[in-house]
C-alpha cells in the first residue's frame, strides 16, 4: 500500500498557520525551473533537431526520474515537450497548498533532469574526478543492496555554501565515519577539497557538480527501487512509498535560500526526505519534521538522522581513524603508503580459530613485536593476524568463513588497505592514518568489534593477536598452513557433479564491482579461501550476505561447464556486464577475476599449452608479463578469454580447465608452485594416466622464462602439450 503523505504531513503540522510562505517559494521557484528548462529544451531542437538522442552513460534506465514516476523512455528530444508540458499544466500557479507545493516539487525533478540531460546533448559533461556527475548503473548496484539493507545506514545530500569550512569537514567525516552515503552539490564540493576530505566513488561520496546536478542523488534513489525493490517504472505510489520506507536519505541545506531551492527540497519532500537547513526560517516556512531549520552545525547531523528515523547500530570505535563501509573501496598506492606486509614481498599469514572459553580473554589485543609507531617509513615487514573465536553454536566450519570476512573488516579503516587471503594477503597502511595516530592494535579493535556485530548468532568471545616480530610469524605459520590444509581435506570427496547447488561469492565487488565468483565443490573461489563449504556454512549464517546459492539445474553444456541457472544469476550480480560464464575452460567466456586471486593461467601459443604464475614469483613468464602485469590486464571483473586468476588447489581439481585439456597442457610455472603442489599433483597425474613425474615435464624459471628458452626443454620431455588439438 503506497503511503498517505497528506496524513503524513497532517501529523507533522501542529496547532498554528499552514507554512503557505514555504508554499509559494516552491510554486514561484518551479515555475523559475520549468522555464528554464523549456528555453534550454528548444534551444536543443532548433540546433540539434527533434530526433537527436538524449541519454545519460551508462544506463538501461533512459532518463530515471522520468522513467520512474511516470515509465516513459525518452530516447529523443522531440519526447521532452509534452512531458514538460504537462508538468507545467500539474502545478497550480496560485494554490499554495501542501498538495500544489509537493505536486510543484516533483515537476522541479522533472525539469532538473531534463535540464542536466540536455547538456550531455550539448556535449559539456566531462568525467573529472572525483567530480562524478550523472552515477552510473553499475555504481547504483556496486553500493545499491547496501544501501537498501541498511548496512549503509542512510544518504545524506549536502548541497549549498558551509557557513565554515572547517566545520563542514568535521559534518561529513562524522557521516563517513557512521558509514553514510553522501551527495554532494554547489560549493561545498569546494570546500571539502579545500579541507582535503576525501572524495569519490570509492569513499560512497559522490561530488555531484553544481546546483541542478543534485537531481543525480534523486535518479540514483529512484533507480534503487526499480532495481532491488522490484517495483515497476510508472508506479508512482508505489515508488514514492518505497523511497520513504527503505531509501534512507535526508537533505542538508547549507547557505544561502532562494525559491529553485526550495522547490527542488519540496520534490525531495514529495519522495519522503526531509530537508534540514542552517538558516533561520519563518513560522510559515517549516513543516515539523520535514522542513526544519537547525543552525548549529554540532546538531544538525543528530537532527536530520531522528527525524528521518535512523538509528545505528554500527559500533562506536576509540580509534583515530574513521571507519565504515565508506572507505571499503579506498587504495592505498605506493607514494601514499607507510608500511607494507606481505603480498609477496614478506611473511604473512591470517587465521581465524576456534578455542574453548577458557583459551580466550574477550576483546584483548595484543601486538607481539613491534607497534606501527616503532617502524620506519618505507619498511616491508613479516606479519600475522590470528583471530580466536569463542561461541556456543560457532563450528570448525565456519572459521574459513569469519576469516575471509578480515578482507572486508580490515578495509572499514580508513587509511587500512587489505587484499587476498590466508598466507598470501597482502597490507598497507597510509601515511596519513599513521599521522593521525593509527596503531595495529587499532587493526585488532576494528576486527574484535565487527566480528561481534556481524556475527552475533555464533561469535560470543573475540580475541585478536597482530605479529609482527618475524619469529613469532614463522612460527605460526605452520599452524596456520596446517589449519588451511585440513579444511582443503575436508573438500577432497566432493565433486561438481555430487551436489545440486553451487554457490557464489561477492565479497571482492567493493574492488572489482561486476565480478562474480562461482564456487563449485571442484572449484575453490579464486582467493584460494573459499571453499564450496565456506560457501554453504557463509549461507547458513546469513542468508543474505555474500555467498548466495545457485541451484544447479539442467546443464546447457557439461563439458565447458554452463549452466543457465549460473548464466541468470550472473546477469544480474555483474550489474548485467556479464551474460554467459564456462567453469570448466580458460578459453571461452572464462570466469572473470577481482584481484585477489592466488595465481594466474595464461596462454603460450607456442608451445600449444598454458602457463601458472603467482604472486610469489615477481620475474618475467613464458607469456612476455610478470604476475603484476597480468594482475592488472585480468583484474576488475573483465572476461579475459586465454587469461584467468584462480585459486592454487584449483590446478590440482579433477576439474581443472577440462574442456581445454586439464592438466596436460600445463607447460610453465614457477618452481615454487611445483614444490607446493608435488603430493597432490603426482596423485593427480595418476588419476589422469600421466606419468609420475609429469611435473618434472612442466618447464620452471630454472628453465627459462620466454617461449623460446623452454621449447627446446619441452621438445626433449616429450611434453603432451605439443602434440594436443591446438588452443587457439
Same mark, same amino acid.
Given at each position: 500500500?503506497?503511503?498517505?503523505?497528506?496524513?503524513?504531513?497532517?501529523?507533522?503540522?501542529?496547532?498554528?498557520?499552514?507554512?503557505?510562505?514555504?508554499?509559494?517559494?516552491?510554486?514561484?521557484?518551479?515555475?523559475?525551473?520549468?522555464?528554464?528548462?523549456?528555453?534550454?529544451?528548444?534551444?536543443?531542437?532548433?540546433?540539434?533537431?527533434?530526433?537527436?538522442?538524449?541519454?545519460?552513460?551508462?544506463?538501461?534506465?533512459?532518463?530515471?526520474?522520468?522513467?520512474?514516476?511516470?515509465?516513459?523512455?525518452?530516447?529523443?528530444?522531440?519526447?521532452?515537450?509534452?512531458?514538460?508540458?504537462?508538468?507545467?499544466?500539474?502545478?497550480?500557479?496560485?494554490?499554495?497548498?501542501?498538495?500544489?507545493?509537493?505536486?510543484?516539487?516533483?515537476?522541479?525533478?522533472?525539469?532538473?533532469?531534463?535540464?542536466?540531460?540536455?547538456?550531455?546533448?550539448?556535449?559539456?559533461?566531462?568525467?573529472?574526478?572525483?567530480?562524478?556527475?550523472?552515477?552510473?548503473?553499475?555504481?547504483?548496484?556496486?553500493?545499491?543492496?547496501?544501501?537498501?539493507?541498511?548496512?549503509?545506514?542512510?544518504?545524506?545530500?549536502?548541497?549549498?555554501?558551509?557557513?565554515?569550512?572547517?566545520?563542514?569537514?568535521?559534518?561529513?567525516?562524522?557521516?563517513?565515519?557512521?558509514?553514510?552515503?553522501?551527495?554532494?552539490?554547489?560549493?561545498?564540493?569546494?570546500?571539502?577539497?579545500?579541507?582535503?576530505?576525501?572524495?569519490?566513488?570509492?569513499?560512497?561520496?559522490?561530488?555531484?557538480?553544481?546546483?541542478?546536478?543534485?537531481?543525480?542523488?534523486?535518479?540514483?534513489?529512484?533507480?534503487?527501487?526499480?532495481?532491488?525493490?522490484?517495483?515497476?517504472?510508472?508506479?508512482?505510489?508505489?515508488?514514492?512509498?518505497?523511497?520513504?520506507?527503505?531509501?534512507?536519505?535526508?537533505?542538508?541545506?547549507?547557505?544561502?535560500?532562494?525559491?529553485?531551492?526550495?522547490?527542488?527540497?519540496?520534490?525531495?519532500?514529495?519522495?519522503?526526505?526531509?530537508?534540514?537547513?542552517?538558516?533561520?526560517?519563518?513560522?510559515?516556512?517549516?513543516?515539523?519534521?520535514?522542513?526544519?531549520?537547525?543552525?548549529?552545525?554540532?546538531?544538525?547531523?543528530?537532527?536530520?538522522?531522528?527525524?528521518?528515523?535512523?538509528?545505528?547500530?554500527?559500533?562506536?570505535?576509540?580509534?583515530?581513524?574513521?571507519?565504515?563501509?565508506?572507505? @571499503? /573501496? *579506498?587504495? #592505498?598506492?605506493? +607514494?601514499? %603508503?607507510?608500511?607494507?606486509? &606481505?603480498?609477496?614481498?614478506?611473511?604473512? !599469514? $591470517?587465521?581465524?580459530?576456534?578455542?574453548?572459553?577458557?583459551?580466550?580473554?574477550?576483546?584483548?589485543?595484543?601486538?607481539?613485536?613491534?607497534?606501527?609507531?616503532?617502524?620506519? @617509513? /618505507? *619498511?616491508? #615487514?613479516?606479519? +600475522?593476524? %590470528?583471530?580466536?573465536?569463542? &561461541?556456543?553454536?560457532?563450528?570448525?566450519? !565456519? $572459521?574459513?568463513?569469519?576469516?575471509?570476512?578480515?578482507?572486508?573488516?580490515?578495509?572499514?579503516?580508513?587509511?587500512?588497505?587489505?587484499?587476498?587471503?590466508?598466507?598470501?594477503?597482502?597490507?598497507?597502511?597510509?601515511?596519513?592514518?599513521?599521522?593521525?595516530?593509527?596503531?595495529?592494535?587499532?587493526?585488532?579493535?576494528?576486527?574484535?568489534?565487527?566480528?561481534?556485530?556481524?556475527?552475533?548468532?555464533?561469535?560470543?568471545?573475540?580475541?585478536?593477536?597482530?605479529?609482527?616480530?618475524?619469529?613469532?610469524?614463522?612460527?605460526?605459520?605452520?599452524?596456520?598452513?596446517?589449519?588451511?590444509?585440513?579444511?582443503?581435506?575436508?573438500?577432497?570427496?566432493?565433486?561438481?557433479?555430487?551436489?545440486?547447488?553451487?554457490?557464489?561469492?561477492?565479497?571482492?565487488?567493493?574492488?572489482?564491482?561486476?565480478?562474480?565468483?562461482?564456487?563449485?565443490?571442484?572449484?575453490?573461489?579464486?582467493?584460494?579461501?573459499?571453499?564450496?563449504?565456506?560457501?554453504?556454512?557463509?549461507?547458513?549464517?546469513?542468508?543474505?550476505?555474500?555467498?548466495?546459492?545457485?541451484?544447479?539445474?539442467?546443464?546447457?553444456?557439461?563439458?565447458?561447464?554452463?549452466?543457465?541457472?549460473?548464466?541468470?544469476?550472473?546477469?544480474?550480480?555483474?550489474?548485467?556486464?556479464?551474460?554467459?560464464?564456462?567453469?570448466?575452460?580458460?578459453?571461452?567466456?572464462?570466469?572473470?577475476?577481482?584481484?585477489?586471486?592466488?595465481?594466474?593461467?595464461?596462454?603460450?601459443?607456442?608451445?600449444?599449452?598454458?602457463?601458472?604464475?603467482?604472486?610469489?614469483?615477481?620475474?618475467?613468464?613464458?607469456?612476455?608479463?610478470?604476475?603484476?602485469?597480468?594482475?592488472?590486464?585480468?583484474?576488475?571483473?573483465?572476461?579475459?578469454?586465454?587469461?584467468?586468476?584462480?585459486?592454487?588447489?584449483?590446478?590440482?581439481?579433477?576439474?581443472?580447465?577440462?574442456?581445454?585439456?586439464?592438466?596436460?597442457?600445463?607447460?610453465?610455472?614457477?618452481?615454487?608452485?611445483?614444490?607446493?603442489?608435488?603430493?597432490?599433483?603426482?596423485?593427480?597425474?595418476?588419476?589422469?594416466?600421466?606419468?609420475?613425474?609429469?611435473?618434472?615435464?612442466?618447464?620452471?624459471?630454472?628453465?627459462?622464462?620466454?617461449?623460446?628458452?623452454?621449447?627446446?626443454?619441452?621438445?626433449?620431455?616429450?611434453?603432451?602439450?605439443?602434440?594436443?588439438?591446438?588452443?587457439?
Amino acid at each position: 500500500m503506497a503511503l498517505d503523505f497528506d496524513k503524513v504531513y497532517e501529523g507533522a503540522i501542529q496547532e498554528g498557520k499552514e507554512p503557505k510562505r514555504l508554499f509559494r517559494q516552491a510554486v514561484e521557484g518551479t515555475i523559475i525551473a520549468l522555464s528554464y528548462a523549456e528555453i534550454l529544451l528548444n534551444q536543443a531542437i532548433r540546433k540539434y533537431g527533434p530526433d537527436a538522442p538524449v541519454a545519460y552513460p551508462d544506463t538501461a534506465y533512459y532518463l530515471p526520474v522520468i522513467r520512474c514516476l511516470s515509465g516513459e523512455e525518452v530516447t529523443t528530444l522531440r519526447q521532452l515537450v509534452p512531458i514538460l508540458n504537462r508538468m507545467r499544466n500539474q502545478v497550480k500557479t496560485y494554490e499554495y497548498t501542501f498538495e500544489n507545493a509537493r505536486l510543484a516539487g516533483e515537476a522541479t525533478l522533472y525539469a532538473a533532469e531534463i535540464i542536466e540531460a540536455l547538456r550531455y546533448v550539448r556535449g559539456e559533461v566531462q568525467q573529472v574526478e572525483p567530480w562524478t556527475n550523472f552515477i552510473g548503473d553499475p555504481v547504483v548496484r556496486r553500493f545499491g543492496i547496501k544501501m537498501v539493507d541498511w548496512t549503509i545506514p542512510g544518504e545524506a545530500v549536502i548541497l549549498g555554501r558551509a557557513k565554515d569550512s572547517k566545520k563542514l569537514a568535521k559534518i561529513v567525516n562524522d557521516l563517513m565515519g557512521k558509514g553514510f552515503m553522501l551527495f554532494l552539490a554547489d560549493e561545498v564540493i569546494e570546500q571539502l577539497l579545500e579541507e582535503n576530505v576525501k572524495l569519490g566513488i570509492d569513499y560512497i561520496a559522490f561530488p555531484l557538480g553544481n546546483f541542478t546536478q543534485v537531481v543525480h542523488a534523486a535518479n540514483y534513489a529512484l533507480r534503487a527501487g526499480m532495481m532491488f525493490g522490484g517495483i515497476a517504472p510508472g508506479l508512482r505510489e508505489e515508488h514514492r512509498d518505497y523511497q520513504r520506507r527503505r531509501i534512507r536519505a535526508f537533505i542538508l541545506h547549507l547557505g544561502e535560500r532562494d525559491d529553485v531551492k526550495t522547490a527542488a527540497e519540496m520534490g525531495c519532500i514529495f519522495l519522503g526526505f526531509p530537508v534540514i537547513t542552517d538558516q533561520p526560517l519563518a513560522e510559515d516556512e517549516q513543516i515539523p519534521d520535514w522542513y526544519m531549520s537547525v543552525p548549529d552545525y554540532d546538531k544538525i547531523v543528530q537532527t536530520a538522522m531522528e527525524v528521518r528515523g535512523i538509528k545505528l547500530t554500527n559500533i562506536e570505535l576509540d580509534i583515530p581513524i574513521n571507519f565504515g563501509p565508506a572507505f @571499503e /573501496g *579506498e587504495t #592505498i598506492r605506493k +607514494g601514499d %603508503m607507510y608500511v607494507e606486509m &606481505g603480498g609477496g614481498r614478506t611473511t604473512s !599469514f $591470517e587465521l581465524v580459530r576456534t578455542v574453548g572459553e577458557d583459551e580466550i580473554e574477550d576483546g584483548r589485543v595484543e601486538v607481539i613485536g613491534r607497534e606501527l609507531d616503532e617502524i620506519a @617509513e /618505507g *619498511e616491508k #615487514i613479516p606479519f +600475522g593476524i %590470528m583471530v580466536d573465536i569463542y &561461541g556456543r553454536k560457532m563450528q570448525e566450519d !565456519f $572459521e574459513g568463513v569469519l576469516e575471509r570476512r578480515i578482507h572486508d573488516f580490515v578495509n572499514y579503516g580508513e587509511g587500512f588497505w587489505h587484499t587476498a587471503q590466508r598466507d598470501i594477503n597482502w597490507l598497507r597502511i597510509s601515511k596519513d592514518a599513521v599521522a593521525k595516530g593509527a596503531k595495529f592494535r587499532h587493526m585488532g579493535d576494528i576486527l574484535v568489534a565487527k566480528m561481534k556485530q556481524d556475527f552475533p548468532a555464533i561469535v560470543d568471545r573475540v580475541q585478536v593477536t597482530i605479529l609482527t616480530d618475524e619469529a613469532a610469524v614463522e612460527e605460526n605459520i605452520k599452524l596456520a598452513r596446517q589449519k588451511y590444509r585440513q579444511r582443503d581435506d575436508r573438500m577432497r570427496g566432493l565433486t561438481d557433479d555430487a551436489v545440486d547447488t553451487f554457490y557464489s561469492c561477492l565479497l571482492c565487488q567493493s574492488f572489482a564491482p561486476n565480478h562474480v565468483c562461482i564456487v563449485s565443490p571442484e572449484r575453490v573461489g579464486l582467493c584460494g579461501a573459499v571453499t564450496w563449504l565456506d560457501g554453504k556454512a557463509s549461507y547458513e549464517i546469513d542468508n543474505t550476505g555474500p555467498n548466495q546459492p545457485i541451484p544447479k539445474g539442467t546443464a546447457i553444456d557439461d563439458v565447458k561447464g554452463m549452466w543457465q541457472s549460473v548464466n541468470d544469476y550472473l546477469y544480474t550480480a555483474s550489474n548485467r556486464n556479464l551474460e554467459e560464464v564456462n567453469l570448466y575452460t580458460l578459453m571461452e567466456k572464462p570466469m572473470t577475476s577481482c584481484g585477489c586471486f592466488e595465481a594466474i593461467l595464461a596462454i603460450v601459443p607456442e608451445a600449444n599449452g598454458i602457463m601458472v604464475t603467482t604472486r610469489e614469483h615477481s620475474g618475467l613468464t613464458p607469456c612476455g608479463m610478470t604476475f603484476s602485469t597480468l594482475a592488472g590486464m585480468v583484474g576488475g571483473g573483465t572476461q579475459t578469454p586465454g587469461f584467468m586468476g584462480i585459486g592454487r588447489s584449483y590446478i590440482v581439481s579433477r576439474k581443472f580447465i577440462t574442456a581445454d585439456g586439464g592438466i596436460r597442457r600445463i607447460v610453465w610455472m614457477p618452481k615454487e608452485l611445483k614444490e607446493f603442489l608435488r603430493e597432490d599433483f603426482v596423485q593427480r597425474c595418476v588419476e589422469e594416466g600421466l606419468p609420475e613425474d609429469f611435473i618434472d615435464m612442466i618447464a620452471d624459471e630454472t628453465i627459462g622464462t620466454t617461449a623460446e628458452e623452454i621449447l627446446p626443454f619441452l621438445e626433449e620431455k616429450g611434453h603432451p602439450a605439443l602434440t594436443m588439438d591446438p588452443l587457439m
